[in-house]
């Protein structure tokens, strides 16, 4: 068989997407999903909500209110506090299948207001908020294209590489340390058993709604990376499909371990990246023939690799690669 | 067993690729058709009319203007969003746009889809008001939206039961119950156009339903029995042996979550990202009923067929052996197992009835609206809003639900816009949670 694929091309794409700005985006969205369903155990499948309220609050920041851009991220992280309050008052209190539902039916419902026209005058609907990332871009310190080794990124990327890593660091290790503290046992007491946390005294709805909140915060700030990342916000990029992205990176590193989701969101794009761009190569190249998978359809294919490994991970290693099995016990309640 | 359960995800990943493009592979396009219609319904194209296309970065597609049957169609280098402006002053004479401030629509376009763009336009002799008439509160417009929402509710109903049962059963919440609909849908349209010939070449001489379509009532039968057939798989191969391996059932309700974004990424790589619709029954016109309310005969008949079933479900379980095991099951399952009843063979069923049930409701579903491969997720909000709604688990609480549901979102348009009604629907699921999670039907022990 000849095999002539430009495997160079192969990887320099994977490495530099694998620690690219959506890495970036993943591991802070998987650390704040890890607070909700590692540590508190609270089943959250909207997840991408949060982020979109982060990099709507962002942007509308901006363009309506015209607040200084480093407010403005605050702005975005206080929408996202907002919608944790709003989810978890109806929800907290009941079983952890609920919570399910009810994340997911909300983020769904952020995005179809947003691209409403009846908000079209705050969000401008499906077109979403363009023109608002300026201030970030001129106070950016890089210029040129960046080269080295098998990496290659514009100068924005480059940005958001170099500062949103610096950021998930500090996060990962905020969160360590939250997570060692009295409060951080009290979540895990949470998760093993809310039942005997609520007979120590403690107030297990006010514990998981600090959780909710917490972890809403850190997505709602990766939801202003990606923002500025795209320099738009459009609704249809907050889809839901993502939360479940977030939640193969977040089992893929292992829940409940502080540097997981970090090294779960880059073997998420490894992988992703790695398998898409092999299967172009190979449609490229005639191996597999057009009439099998044609090539506009190859972006199509990291779904179905993302469905097979998420259950299967579920399944066979639900701890991931780091975590442990004794913790990740993944019970009902 | 671990085996057992990779080799079957492989040999079903196998079988999507192999089973792509049954259909041609078309190009991405954005479409515009233009249509005016007079004051006696009749509808004629407006030719000439000048569009020019952007892509969501502002930069410049392609323009033209509509043809003969009031058609602009302009292929686009890939998916995305595209922005469609018109040029009003190429219009016809006395011809208008109904809103003069809607010069340009944005439409996404799906990988091997057609983006289709609205304009309304008008000849000015209703003074625009063909669009304004619809949105008063009349009696009539009261009585349509009411039918059509009991209509679309019995379909939720019919689709939802299988995911009451199954957790009722199981405990499981089967985040891909709504892939067995868009799957009943797929596999109607499949057998309706195409026949087993689609996927296996070397039958294209072979009389129908092998090497051609058949008419959507035979494809419906045939969908509703590959429905059974998927809800029986699903048990066998996936969860029957999650369910011995003791994997628990968070883990399980994730694995449900990998298995629908799993389904319908194939149905798009089988069926493309168009707008589907069957290749019978498409273009009925309505009748008017008691002066009131406008039904076409498919729409008489789903309804007929819908509440038939139901009540049939209804009796299945209320009056026979299996269905008083069904409950049995559902209310306690130690005590059930201990009297006697074979809980897995029952469970099995559950997954057998529910992938029948809802693959009759995504054929309805299908004939009644035009969908394309997000049919699944599209219902599934719905499906959970009417489920959680009449009470998850309790027997009849899907059917209550699924019509409340249904309603709720045809008449919330009376009063909030269109594209907004399946926000409302989930907005009151979410009012529901908080005043009685329970559901309508269901005991306040079911949570806590």
């Known amino acids: 068989m000849m095999f002539a694929l430009d495997m160079g091309r192969v990887m320099q794409e994977t490495m530099t997407q694998a620690f690219g700005p959506q890495a970036v985006v993943f591991a802070m969205a998987a650390i704040g999903l890890n607070i909700h369903f590692g540590y508190t155990g609270l089943l ?78 705050v969000t401008r609907g499906a077109e979403g908020l363009n023109e608002w990332a300026g201030g970030f871009q001129n106070a950016n310190p890089f210029t040129g294209i960046f080269e080295f080794g098998p990496f290659r990124y514009l100068p924005m990327q480059m940005a958001i590489v170099v500062f949103g890593w610096l950021a998930v660091i500090i996060v990962s290790i905020l969160v360590w340390l939250l997570m060692r503290s009295p409060w951080g046992r009290v979540l895990k007491a949470i998760r093993e058993d809310e039942d005997a946390a609520r007979a120590l005294g403690k107030n297990a709805y006010w514990f998981k709604m600090q ?123 | 067993m671990k085996n057992r359960l990779v080799v079957s995800l492989l040999l079903v990943l196998a ?9 041609a592979a078309e190009g991405e396009a954005v479409q515009v058709r233009l249509q005016v219609r007079d004051a006696a319904g009749e509808r004629t194209p407006v030719v000439g009319a000048a569009f020019s296309v952007v892509d969501a970065a502002g930069a410049d597609i392609g323009s033209g203007a509509t043809d003969d049957e009031g ?159 998927f809800g029986w798989l699903l048990d066998a191969v996936l969860f029957s042996p999650l369910r011995r391996m003791g994997v628990s059932l968070i883990a399980q309700l994730v694995v449900t979550i990998g298995l629908s974004v799993f389904l319908r990424y194939g149905f798009l790589l089988v069926f493309g990202g168009n707008q589907r619709f069957f290749r019978d029954y498409t273009a009925q016109r309505g009748r008017t009923y008691l002066g009131l309310v406008d039904l076409t005969n498919k729409d008489l008949l789903t309804m007929v067929i819908s509440i038939v079933v139901l009540v049939i479900v209804g009796l299945v379980l209320a009056g026979t052996r299996i269905g008083k095991a069904m409950r049995a099951v559902s209310d306690n399952r130690d005590l059930a197992e201990s009297s006697g009843i074979d809980v897995e063979r029952v469970i099995r069923l559950v997954w057998v009835a529910g992938g029948a049930l809802a693959a009759l409701g995504g054929v309805f579903l299908g004939l009644s609206e035009t969908v394309n491969w997000l049919l699944g997720f599209r219902m599934l909000l719905l499906i959970f809003a009417g489920v959680t709604l009449g009470g998850l688990g309790t027997t009849y609480g899907a059917l209550v639900g699924g019509l409340l549901v249904g309603m709720g979102i045809q008449l919330s348009t009376l009063f909030i816009p269109i594209e907004l009604k399946n926000a409302g629907a989930l907005a009151v699921l979410i009012g529901v949670l908080l005043f009685r999670p329970q559901g309508i039907l269901g005991r306040a022990e079911r949570i806590g």
């Open chain 1, 211 to 333: 959780a909710l909140m917490l972890g809403g915060a850190v997505a709602g700030f990766a939801g202003f990376i990606q923002a500025v990342d795209k320099a738009t916000v459009q609704p249809d990029t907050f889809v839901p499909p993502i939360t479940f992205f977030f939640w193969t990176a977040l089992i893929l590193g292992g829940a409940a371990r502080v540097f997981s989701p970090v090294v779960g969101a880059i073997l998420f794009w490894f992988i992703i990246v790695f398998s898409e761009s092999f299967l172009s190569e190979l449609v490229a190249d005639g191996t597999i023939p057009d009439s099998i998978l044609a090539s506009t359809e190859v972006s199509n294919v990291r779904f179905l690799i993302m469905g097979i490994l998420l259950m299967t991970l579920m399944v066979f290693r639900p701890q991931g690669i780091f975590g442990d099995r004794e913790e990740m016990a993944l019970d009902d309640r």
């Open chain 1, 44 to 121: 959250n499948f909207g997840h991408i909500g949060f982020l979109a309220a982060g990099a709507y609050g962002t942007a509308i920041a901006i363009t309506s209110w015209s607040i200084n851009p480093l407010l403005s991220i605050g702005v975005g992280i206080i929408f996202a506090l907002i919608l944790a309050l709003m989810l978890g008052v109806p929800t907290l209190r009941l079983r952890a299948d609920y919570l399910a539902i009810v994340t997911i039916a909300a983020a769904e419902i952020l995005r179809l207001l947003a691209r409403s026209t009846a908000l079209r005058g």
């Open chain 2, 71 to 229: 058609v602009f169609r302009l292929e686009v280098p890939g998916a995305g969003d595209y922005t469609l402006t018109i040029d009003p002053a190429t219009l016809p004479e006395g011809i208008v746009l109904a809103n003069t401030e809607a010069t340009s629509v944005t439409v996404t376009v799906n990988p091997g889809g057609t983006g289709n763009a609205i304009f309304a336009v008008s000849d000015g002799s209703d003074g625009g008001a063909s669009l304004s008439a619809e949105s008063g509160i009349t009696g009539r417009r009261i009585a349509q939206l009411t039918v059509d929402g009991i209509k679309l509710g019995l379909f939720l109903g019919m689709a939802a039961i299988g995911l009451s049962l199954i957790f009722g059963t199981t405990g499981l919440v089967n985040f891909a119950h709504s892939e067995m609909i868009a799957f009943g849908f797929f596999a109607a349209y499949f057998f309706n156009f195409y026949g087993l010939a689609g996927v296996f070449g070397f039958m294209a001489e072979w009389p129908a339903p092998f090497g051609d379509g058949v008419n959507l009532i035979i494809a419906a039968g045939i969908a509703v029995v590959l429905g059974a057939g």
């Open chain 2, 15 to 23: 079988g999507i690729l192999l089973l792509a493009h049954p259909v």
